[in-house]
């Protein structure tokens, strides 16, 4: 066989699915051996898309997704994505074609150094130069690629290597042993919570990658602790939970900002500092810390533990329910506060307004989709209204990238959901800035066979950032925003799609409802009202919490 056999054969080892790309001239023979693979081959639009598919479907399995590229713009066009999972904790594996090694040397036609260039946005990096390494360097990039935390890694492959004999077979895979935390590290982190009168948990998204959900939620109901998450780390504990105090991670203060200033011991759970700086939270330093992680503390000023309990998250949490003595009921504060934040979830519950406000459109999301549905968030003022607004029931049902936080992840995305989870309704929730980043692969999702929901939030211009000017600037002061669309309709029904447009609050349920019934991917084009962000900035200035 060639190595671009080779390869494939290892990818297939690895328990490979599919494989997301564009197909080019260095990478003609990997093409021709996944041809005749187990391995699924989706011809993407535009290379970022494919790495957005791999990116998600790595998050949503655990498992390496993967993605093609050829050389040079091929290469440059997938860094998005594969940043996208690196920042994320996201596994997946890039593989580039490129040049003949024999022309390396030499200013070379559509010629970069792709090694040099993805090694900021990976784990770690190789160029395939022998043929017989290919099963060490494959076999290195998956263990590297799903290792907490995970990220990406990046193959490269010359297509003069690519075609060269060669003989060999997978390498065995090694198997992955739970680490434990030490039995000191569990004792000190057991008197600690025990003698806390006001403790906080909050988690994030590597509790849910290690499995961790039943044994946090366990744990906050024996011990009597309020629950904060993430973005990330949305659903580990139902949100219907007395206990759950939903989502922190907004760059001003909230409800939730309360619970914080109250606390004398945050319990901080697969909490990842790329998910919401500590110094947010913590900008004194002085509120006494727990971590509880896979990993050791990355270090900052505002995060500073008493004790790392490290190692498997399940494991640490069910040796210190066994060791803390904690008896009384949660503080009256935290269930008065839970109180008023589910007050202001629902205030907007009946609001008639058209165009329509955020929350309204979010609540009557929630209301349509079932536990176990999956929403996929892209990047822009409705981010942080899906992050305030929309709650999880289970873990990896709200997908929102807070790490890279790249636009136009939503749409691509979702085709990977649907390949994961094709029992399951997708939506992907999206500003019309993001939709437009990345809406060639409506027709990936159509060849491939994968129906969800688009639901564009469209205002018109880039409402994240106008919110930021004039949070900045005053209110007024706004520039370089705004833009035209086209009809989101008549696009999505030039494509073969369903296209609906809603033109009052009450059409919102019954088109989301019709929509989710399709057999094909469909667009709903949504009008939204986005004074409301100031208004919220406004009124988390006025914010005072009740000590």
């Not at 022309?103 to 395939?128: C, G």
Request: glycine letters at 8%.
């Amino acid at each position: 066989m060639n190595t671009a056999e080779l390869l494939v054969h290892c990818l297939e080892n690895e328990g490979v699915e599919y494989v997301f790309g564009l197909p080019g001239e260095e990478n003609l023979h990997v093409l021709e051996a996944l041809r005749h693979s187990s391995i699924q081959f989706i011809t993407t639009r535009h290379e970022q898309g494919a790495a957005f598919m791999a990116d998600l479907y790595g998050r949503l399995t655990g498992k390496a997704g993967v993605c093609l590229s050829t050389l040079g713009p091929g290469a440059t066009n997938l860094m998005t994505g594969v940043a996208d999972a690196n920042l994320d904790g996201a596994p997946l594996v890039a593989i580039t074609g490129q040049v003949g090694t024999d022309r390396m040397h030499i200013e070379s036609h559509q010629y970069l150094d792709l090694v040099a260039m993805f090694a900021p946005v990976t784990k770690w990096n190789a160029q395939i130069v022998r043929p017989s390494n290919t099963t060490e360097i494959v076999r290195k990039a998956f263990k590297i690629a799903q290792s907490e935390k995970p990220g990406a890694v990046h193959i490269d492959l010359p297509e003069n290597i690519a075609a060269m004999p060669v003989i060999g077979e997978p390498l065995t895979k090694d198997s992955r042993e739970k680490t434990y935390a030490s039995f000191r590290s569990l004792g000190k982190a057991a008197v600690a919570i025990s003698k806390a009168k006001n403790p906080l948990i909050l988690v994030g998204n590597g509790a849910i990658r290690a499995g961790a959900g039943e044994e946090l939620t366990e744990f906050a109901t024996r011990m009597n602790i309020p629950v904060v998450n993430t973005f990330m780390g949305k659903g580990v504990i139902p949100y219907t939970h007395p206990l759950a105090l939903w989502t922190v991670g907004l760059q001003q203060r909230d409800h939730i900002n309360c619970a914080f200033d109250q606390a004398d011991l945050i319990i901080a759970v697969g909490y990842d500092l790329i998910e919401y700086s500590p110094k947010k939270w913590n900008p004194q330093g002085n509120i006494p810390i727990i971590h509880i992680g896979a990993e050791p503390a990355e270090i900052d000023s505002s995060y500073i533990p008493l004790v790392e309990v490290v190692g498997d998250i399940s494991d640490s949490l069910s040796e210190i329910m066994k060791q803390a003595d904690r008896q009384g009921k949660p503080t009256p504060s935290a269930v008065e506060l839970r109180g008023e934040i589910r007050e202001d979830y629902e205030y907007y519950a009946n609001d008639e307004g058209f165009p329509i406000k955020p929350q309204k459109l979010i609540y009557d999301l929630r209301q349509v989709m079932g536990p176990e549905d999956i929403i996929i968030s892209d990047v822009g003022a409705h981010k942080m209204w899906i992050a305030r607004h929309y709650h999880g029931e289970r873990p990896n049902t709200c997908i929102i990238s807070n790490g890279f936080a790249a636009m136009g992840i939503a749409l691509p995305g979702a085709i990977a959901a649907k390949l994961v989870h094709p029992e399951r309704n997708v939506v992907a929730v999206t500003g019309d800035g993001g939709f437009m980043m990345n809406c060639q692969e409506l027709e990936t999702a159509l060849r491939v066979g994968t129906p969800f929901v688009t639901l564009i939030f469209n205002d018109g211009g880039y409402g994240l950032i106008e919110w930021k000017q004039q949070n900045h600037f005053g209110v007024g002061e706004s520039a370089f925003i705004k833009f035209g669309n086209p009809d989101f309709v008549k696009f999505a029904e030039s494509m073969g799609l369903k296209g609906y447009r809603v033109t009052s609050a009450a059409d919102l349920i019954p088109t989301l409802k019709t929509a989710l019934a399709q057999d094909v991917p469909t667009v709903i084009d949504c009008p939204v009202d986005y004074a409301e962000n100031l208004r919220f900035t406004q009124k988390a200035g006025d914010l005072s919490c009740k000590m």
